[in-house]
């Protein structure tokens, strides 16, 4: 349909402590010819190794870096920042100031971890991730749009291409993740999923807002 990208995150394997299964991601790699991101469940090298050769593009660490932090330089080193993605699931726990926390195991798991902060460490120097999947926890599902704020204040405070996720329900809310909250990229899911929109009517809608895209 014209999607720059696929994400397939398996949100519950770190909760089960299991392993995101290889056979689907081999699936998915043979039939889409568009870059591929897959995360949940990744916990050391061998876990990103075995994505990669199943066909991944690039891989997503949440939960594992934050038991242990110098996991995204390890990666990093080891294959490279631009296939090493830092997943973020943020809540807001204070209105003012503003301040996010990051939430760990498909976001049932308050880590006390300041979200913006966190972005920081895990995307700077040689061996950082080299782009932040950012989702509010707060908006996931709730279709009212993206947590401005929050993708506005880590995207400003990294130098690494930035996705916003979690809350469109409408096209209009595609560019505003953009052009309010400073993101590089928009990721959506259930307005795909159930036909209420397609890529092509998002992507036209983005262009007519000043938006790059490729159509």
């Not at 090493?84 to 049932?108: C, L, M, Y």
């Amino acid at each position: 349909e014209g999607a720059d990208e696929i994400t397939f995150l398996d949100i519950t394997a770190s909760h089960e402590g299991r392993d995101t299964t290889v056979h689907m991601v081999e699936s998915i790699a043979e039939q889409v010819f568009i870059p591929l991101t897959v995360g949940g469940g990744i916990r050391k090298a061998e876990d990103v190794r075995v994505m990669l050769n199943a066909g991944a593009d690039k891989v997503a660490v949440n939960s594992a870096a934050i038991f242990n932090p110098d996991l995204i330089n390890e990666l990093s080193a080891k294959f490279g920042s631009q296939c090493i993605v830092i997943a973020i699931d943020a809540k807001q726990v204070s209105v003012n100031p503003p301040k996010w926390e990051i939430f760990t195991h498909g976001g049932r798991k308050t880590t006390g971890i300041d979200a913006v902060e966190w972005a920081v460490k895990m995307t700077e120097g040689e061996h950082g991730a080299g782009e932040v999947l950012l989702t509010s926890m707060d908006c996931d599902g709730v279709k009212t749009g993206f947590d401005l704020a929050l993708t506005k204040a880590v995207s400003t405070a990294v130098d690494v291409p930035v996705i916003a996720s979690g809350g469109v329900g409408n096209l209009e809310h595609l560019s505003e993740g953009v052009l309010k909250g400073g993101a590089d990229a928009v990721l959506a899911a259930s307005i795909f999923h159930f036909g209420e929109y397609t890529v092509s009517e998002a992507k036209m809608a983005m262009q007519k807002n000043g938006i790059e895209v490729r159509l």
